[in-house]
């Protein structure tokens, strides 16, 4: 039986992703949109349908209530929160819809066409607005007992440091977040990554201590699950080894086994890896 598409949708912080999945992975068409409301991305999804579709897969910014199909309190999506947005979607498009945090997303898209092919037990973190975390045990990826599980960039790491938007300290989105950024280095993302490229010597400085923060995160992190592979996703990874270098020598420090077993590595599909896992996760029937 030939299968429809499948649409995947990234919620961003600041842009929403939406693409349209073959069964096979082969990206049709995709987009990009502000994020704003849930009525305005039933708008966009409607303007960008043509055809029949098998469901429709979102990732959203957690903390989610994955069994109501609900935004919960997200840091970073304040006009998102108690959202029940899987209802919202199914109302308006009637069809299937199936929700997960969005870096679960990112993961099951990398695993299905990226980084991650043939890999069983994988850690992802993206660097963006925020820090997202996931994880794939085994084959699985790993919700916890009440399915909140996994949210890695709220991981402390310090007891002192900036202020995260969830109210910590020291924890590793606070210090590696587009706010703890700003506040640190007094400067955006986006212009850091621009200067890092140009190889701004001053830029390429900042990312060096920006990657030996990373690098604590991951070598904790190894530690615990002790991965095949380490993802790291988001703009940021546009730079490459620039911050996975010092990542590396950090991680080495930090991990009880060496040589670290864990390759760190950025992510294939880069800002597309939500809308493939978006489409896998219809294609699975949510079944991750």
């Not at 039986?1 to 082969?26: H, S």
Request: hydrophobic content about 40%.
């Amino acid at each position: 039986m030939l299968r429809k598409p499948a649409i995947g949708i990234d919620l961003g912080a600041t842009n929403t992703r939406i693409g349209l999945v073959l069964y096979d992975g082969r990206l049709l068409k995709s987009t990009k949109v502000l994020s704003s409301t849930s009525k305005d991305l039933v708008r966009q999804i409607k303007s960008f349908l043509d055809r029949r579709i098998e469901g429709i897969g979102i990732g959203a910014p957690g903390p989610l209530d994955l069994k109501e199909g609900r935004i919960l309190n997200t840091p970073n999506l304040i006009a998102w929160r108690q959202t029940p947005i899987v209802q919202i979607l199914k109302e308006n498009l009637q069809t299937k819809v199936y929700l997960e945090r969005d870096t679960n997303v990112s993961l099951l898209g990398e695993t299905w066409k990226g980084a991650a092919q043939d890999k069983r037990n994988v850690v992802m973190l993206t660097l963006g607005t925020g820090v997202g975390g996931a994880l794939m045990i085994n084959g699985h990826l790993y919700h916890g007992a009440h399915g909140v599980g996994a949210e890695l960039g709220h991981m402390k790491i310090s007891d002192k440091g900036p202020t995260c938007s969830c109210g910590n300290i020291g924890d590793l989105e606070a210090f590696l977040g587009a706010r703890g950024t700003r506040e640190q280095f007094d400067i955006s993302q986006p212009e850091l990554i621009d200067k890092v490229l140009a190889g701004d010597k001053k830029a390429i400085k900042i990312v060096e201590k920006f990657g030996r923060i990373l690098g604590v995160g991951i070598g904790n992190l190894v530690n615990i699950f002790d991965p095949e592979l380490v993802i790291i996703g988001g703009g940021i990874s546009k730079i490459g080894d620039a911050l996975l270098d010092p990542a590396r020598v950090s991680a080495r420090k930090v991990a009880l086994v060496t040589p670290l077993r864990a390759q760190i590595v950025t992510w294939k599909l880069g800002d597309d890896s939500g809308i493939f896992g978006g489409a896998k996760l219809v294609f699975e029937e949510g079944q991750i």
